[in-house]
């Protein structure tokens, strides 16, 4: 059977490479003067890739461990991960409505640089909001939980 260091090894590198796939994903969308049908796939490719990389060990390894590790650390490095997501959650509540709105008024297959978006719906800007908060609370509660889950990952497999 393989040790827990070598799946917690695994597990850490497995965290470690999703972070390259949210930068570059996100630059994708930032780099572009005009985001296509296109762009907002190739973007959603590395976006998905980094929340694989990042969900599969949480969901497969370190979620049923955490009752037996239930304490300190453990309880804060889980906190942290659930508020990324629930910031990730927030996040899509504006993504999937600009998605609706930006289809039907055909601007990924037909997209116009002089466009203004908050002119396509009322709520646009809220959702907007949404978004911009939920990504950056995404990545903050992100990096703030993969930084405690290296100081575990010191404490119980290298120390």
Same mark, same amino acid.
């Given at each position: 059977?393989?040790?827990?260091?070598?799946?917690?090894?695994?597990?850490? !590198?497995?965290?470690?490479?999703?972070?390259?796939?949210?930068?570059?994903? *996100?630059?994708?969308?930032?780099?572009?003067?005009?985001?296509?049908?296109?762009?907002? +796939?190739?973007?959603?490719?590395?976006?998905?890739? /980094?929340?694989?990389?990042?969900?599969?060990?949480?969901? /497969?390894?370190?979620?049923?461990?955490?009752?037996?590790?239930?304490? /300190?650390?453990?309880? +804060?490095?889980?906190? +942290?991960? +659930?508020?990324?997501?629930?910031?990730?959650?927030?996040?899509?509540?504006?993504?999937?409505?600009?998605?609706?709105?930006?289809?039907?008024?055909?601007?990924?297959?037909?997209?116009?640089?002089?466009?203004?978006?908050?002119?396509?719906?009322?709520?646009?800007? *809220?959702?907007?909001?949404?978004?911009? !908060?939920?990504?950056? /609370?995404?990545?903050?509660?992100?990096?703030?939980?993969?930084?405690?889950?290296?100081?575990?990952?010191?404490?119980?497999?290298?120390?």
């Amino acid at each position: 059977m393989v040790s827990e260091a070598t799946v917690a090894t695994i597990a850490a !590198i497995a965290v470690t490479a999703s972070f390259p796939f949210y930068l570059y994903g *996100a630059w994708i969308v930032i780099d572009a003067e005009t985001v296509t049908w296109r762009i907002l +796939l190739r973007h959603l490719r590395y976006i998905v890739v /980094g929340l694989v990389l990042t969900t599969v060990p949480v969901v /497969g390894w370190m979620v049923p461990r955490l009752a037996d590790q239930f304490g /300190g650390l453990a309880v +804060l490095h889980a906190v +942290l991960g +659930l508020q990324a997501y629930a910031m990730l959650v927030f996040a899509l509540t504006g993504i999937v409505r600009i998605f609706q709105a930006k289809r039907a008024a055909n601007l990924y297959r037909d997209p116009d640089p002089d466009a203004d978006l908050n002119d396509l719906h009322e709520n646009m800007s *809220a959702w907007r909001g949404r978004l911009r !908060i939920g990504v950056f /609370g995404y990545v903050i509660f992100w990096i703030a939980a993969y930084l405690i889950g290296v100081v575990r990952y010191v404490q119980l497999h290298l120390a």
